[in-house]
């Protein structure tokens, strides 16, 4: 018994520790449709490097 009550301390505690820190950026209003429902626009691709378009070499060049 004194552990379930031990459990919901924590859990309690987790849930109050992430909800401050969430701040006012927390929406706890489940989901959105319609005109309330904000979408963020996507970052965009990082610029492929020049490792990564250099070939790669063969694998049964090296045997």
Same mark, same amino acid.
């Given at each position: &018994?004194? +552990? /379930? /009550? /031990? @459990?919901?301390i924590v859990f309690a !505690?987790? $849930?109050l520790f992430v909800i401050i +820190? @969430? @701040? =006012?950026q927390? =929406? &706890?209003g489940g989901e959105k449709h319609g005109a309330d429902a904000v979408h963020a626009p996507e970052a965009p691709a990082p !610029?492929? #490097? !020049? !490792? $990564? #378009?250099a070939p790669a070499p063969a $694998? #049964? $060049?090296a045997r």
């Open positions: &018994m004194w +552990k /379930i /009550i /031990i @459990g919901f !505690a987790l $849930a +820190k @969430g @701040g =006012d927390l =929406d &706890m !610029a492929p #490097s !020049a !490792a $990564a #378009s $694998a #049964s $060049a």
